[in-house]
């Protein structure tokens, strides 16, 4: 079996025991990366302070080594803060609006991909089976190629892909057409966005399906199919089901003084929903009086991208939201919603989940939502919670069991609320099992597995390819 090579902007370095850290993705490429051998390589988090970037930092942990490489504070601010976060990240999540163009940032990200390629090529070998992770990294196949690299290169975008009038927007928005061509597998999380993708490269007339998945563009054929990310399903319904025992868990029900539950855990970030969610919440409380002092919202919000404006400014908004709400609504003995800005522990969550009889997860537009599914991976099964669900959300298409909602109408959001907290425990049950199942059967290693069936060596490419 040939060695993987992993790229992905930050890097999940185990702690001292050697250790991953917590999270399915983690988790699976750590086990995958531990079978075969490899290298995880990308950015320390860090930047030098200097104008140039620090020398590359080698760590061993067994079979795996890790790679990273510390950047200068122009590049975080061009690459990371700039081009990937204000211009890839809004455009791809169908914000036009929040998009900010500039050349120099532009400039930048492409500055960074290739100073990664500079620093990857030397560690390579030749069966090295090479797999980039998100939009952060888009032209690092293309600059590898320069450099004369034929090993097999798969890519896997974590987010979603916009139509292509939205991505058209994008200055630059050929070359990261032809960035993705440089691939042999391009992995996304829906067949929405291999939809999306071949109508950006038919209306470009540079390239189209071929049949059997594959694509012909830019003079190369390749693979784009989708590769829905799956997560830990059975250890996380272990991890919640232990959490009973967890004082913080019994803390938290007593505080709770019978009243049920709705929960929502997501990263602060507008693609999420959560303006759009609390006025949900504040729907349904109005238009169902009989719940109110009968439910509690827990909202956990961890800070996020703080450097970029937008992200900054909905610090506030979502602040300021949940204190109107509570001011309003509140009583002397009960708080309408409970607000966390900081991120919990994985046991943790994983107890409130179970504790929690409605999951809201209700983003405007998301990849998959591992959220979604880790809520329903920690129900109880003998009394579940009901997930509501944003049909914007990757996680729709295969939790089709959830009650679907459209964020954007309030009103339609807090009747589904009422719907799931009245839904009666047969219908409870049929719903989770049927959700239950899938996520068993497509956990992450079956996605981590089933992507890198695609991308072994001894799949050729249907059209050989030219020589670089
Ligand atoms: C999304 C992206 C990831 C990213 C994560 C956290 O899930 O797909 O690539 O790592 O957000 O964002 P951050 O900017 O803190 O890495």
Known sequence: MSRLVVVSNRVPVPDKAGNPPAGGLAVALHAALKERGGIWMGWSGKSTGEAEP?????????????????????????YYNGFANRVLWPICHCRIDLAEYARREMAGYFR????????????????DVIWVHDYHLIPLAEELRRRGVQNRIGFFLHIPWPP??????????ESILRGLASYDVVGFQTDYDVDNFAACLRREGSGD?????????????????????GMETAEFAELAEDAAHDRRIREMARSMQGRDLLIGV???????????????????LKGNPEFQDKVVYLQVTPKSRSE??????????????????????????????????????????????????????????????????????????????????????????ELDSA??????????????????????????????????????SHDVTHWCADYLSHLEPQRPTLVPEPAP
């Open 54 to 78: 620090g020398p590359l930092s080698i760590m061993n942990n067994g079979a795996i080594q890790y790679a990273l490489t510390d950047l200068t504070d122009r590049d975080v601010a061009e």
């Open 112 to 127: 960074v991909n290739r100073l990664f390629a500079d620093r990857l090529v030397p560690l390579l070998r030749p069966d």
């Open 164 to 173: 292509a009038d939205v991505f058209f927007s994008v200055p630059v928005y």
């Open 209 to 229: 399906r071929i049949g059997g998945g594959r694509f012909r563009a830019y003079g190369r054929s390749f693979i784009a199919a989708d590769f829905p990310i």
């Open 266 to 284: 997501d990263r602060l970030d507008y693609s999420k929903g959560i303006p759009e969610r609390i006025a949900a919440y504040e729907a349904f």
């Open 308 to 397: 970029v404006p937008e992200y900054a400014a909905m610090q506030e908004n979502v602040a300021s939201l949940a204190g109107r709400l509570n001011g309003s609504l509140g009583s002397l003995d009960w708080v309408p919603m409970r607000y966390i800005n900081r991120s919990l522990r994985r046991p943790l969550l994983a107890g409130l989940y179970r504790m929690a009889k409605v999951g809201l997860v209700t983003p405007l537009r998301d990849g998959m939502n591992l959220v979604a599914k880790e809520f329903v991976a920690a129900q109880d099964p003998a009394n579940p919670g009901v997930l509501v669900l944003s049909r914007f959300a990757g996680a729709a298409r």
């Open 403 to 440: 009650l679907l909602i459209n964020p954007h109408d309030a009103e339609g959001t807090g009747r589904a609320i009422a719907r799931a907290l009245s839904m009666p425990l047969a219908e409870r049950k049929e719903r989770w099992e049927h959700m239950m199942k899938r996520l068993l």
